[in-house]
């Protein structure tokens, strides 16, 4: 819905674009300018047997906000790969449906590689079943709210509640949360949205999508290398729940600001801990060692998720002399200064140095995230577009 608004503006200027099908190939310096080489499509009328062609926009600036993707590893054992996917596809639409279909009768047992954030959150997922995150995702309109006035939603949890879920069931739908998201969007399809205003419309939507298996039914091993990493918004609050895995807060007072489990993966993380769902078990793995352990979860396991991060995508970039531009990359992803400049890999023993007027914004192109200290938030240290949109309350 955001993407539509924007269009919208920028189809009635005269001076701004956006072109629609077209995909940016690669860039290259020319004089003091960016040249961003351009695949389009041409239109389906066209009687051209190529229906792509090749063009090319100038640009002083060029932000790049071009995302991240995740990537399987290829395990030693072929065994153990066939069962792989990743937790961005469980997460997404129908993505627990294609883990079920991995699963067998019995012993479903699901091992999932990683700490943070989206690996409580297939966690949850599995917990709660695919009707719970669509409930959990479709937020109240007004009762007299139109179509057409539920076009722009707020997106902004309130203050007081940043680190808690926006709602735990749909009766805890309030006005002030007036968000429709894409998930829920895709699922009500075609619905007029005048028709589900009040939160009895909203259970009987609920109810007529299919639950899928729960955890009732999984047994889930979470295997993470560092202690996870938990956001408070003061020490009080975090000594309120006996959590002591932080070294220091930001200059708000803030615990794993940018890095810290919130909402529902937060909730699942102390449900696991307290006992309350005794079938996820937390598994802190030894620095360089545990392979023994790993290879018998994996062999246990009728599924493995890998949820261990994103990579960022990169085009293609030279310089004025056809040289290749290569980032200094930091665990996938680009690496970006406080002004959000990319940064160029030095011979060896140089400093780097900045490209000139080439920025890269959103996920895998994140400012850095660091305490006063010049500690990194989190293993990656990033405050990405998700870590920001996601979390108001860490900016």
Not at 32 to 58: F, G, M, T
Not at 351 to 373: F, I
């Amino acid at each position: 819905q955001v993407a539509s608004v924007l269009l919208r503006l920028l189809q009635r200027s005269k001076v701004n674009a956006c072109l629609c099908d077209t995909r940016a190939v690669a860039l290259k310096r020319w004089g003091n300018l960016w040249r961003v080489e351009l695949d389009r499509s041409r239109p389906a009328s066209c009687d051209e047997k190529d229906s792509r062609h090749q063009s090319a926009i100038y640009a002083e600036h060029v932000v790049l906000a071009i995302g991240a993707f995740q990537e399987l590893p290829k395990l030693e054992h072929r065994k153990h790969r066939c069962k792989m996917i990743c937790s961005n596809e469980v997460l997404s639409l129908g993505g627990l449906d294609k883990l079920c279909g991995k699963l067998g009768q019995k012993d479903k047992r699901v091992c999932i590689v990683g700490g943070a954030h989206s690996a409580f959150s297939v966690a949850w997922l599995c917990s709660h079943g695919a009707a719970a995150q669509f409930s959990n995702n479709f937020l109240q309109l007004g009762p007299r709210a139109s179509a057409k006035q539920a076009g722009i939603l707020k997106t902004e949890t309130p203050r007081k509640y940043v680190h808690k879920s926006i709602c735990r069931s749909v009766s805890d739908l309030g006005a002030k949360t007036e968000i429709f998201n894409s998930c829920a969007a895709e699922i009500v399809r075609g619905l007029d949205l005048q028709e589900a205003r009040t939160g009895s419309d909203v259970c009987s939507l609920v109810n007529t999508i299919p639950c899928t298996q729960s955890v009732r039914e999984f047994s889930i091993t979470i295997l993470h290398r560092s202690p996870v990493r938990v956001f408070y918004s003061s020490k009080h609050e975090a000594d309120l729940d006996s959590y002591r895995d932080y070294l220091q807060t930001n200059r708000h007072g803030q615990i794993h600001a940018f890095a810290g489990l919130r909402g529902d993966a937060k909730d699942m993380f102390h449900d696991v801990v307290n006992g309350r769902e005794p079938k996820v078990r937390l598994c802190l793995l030894k620095s360089g060692g545990s392979k023994n352990l790993i290879g018998h979860c994996f062999d246990e396991a009728q599924v493995i998720v890998w949820a261990t991060g994103y990579k960022s995508h990169i085009l293609p970039t030279t310089d004025m002399q056809d040289a290749s531009i290569d980032f200094i990359m930091s665990q996938g992803q680009v690496r970006v200064d406080a002004q959000g400049r990319l940064l160029r890999a030095p011979p060896q023993g140089e400093p780097p140095a900045v490209v000139l007027n080439l920025y890269g914004n959103g996920h895998g192109y994140g400012l850095p995230a660091v305490y006063d200290t010049g500690e990194l938030d989190g293993s990656k240290g990033r405050a990405d577009g998700i870590a920001v949109y996601m979390k108001q309350g860490a900016a």
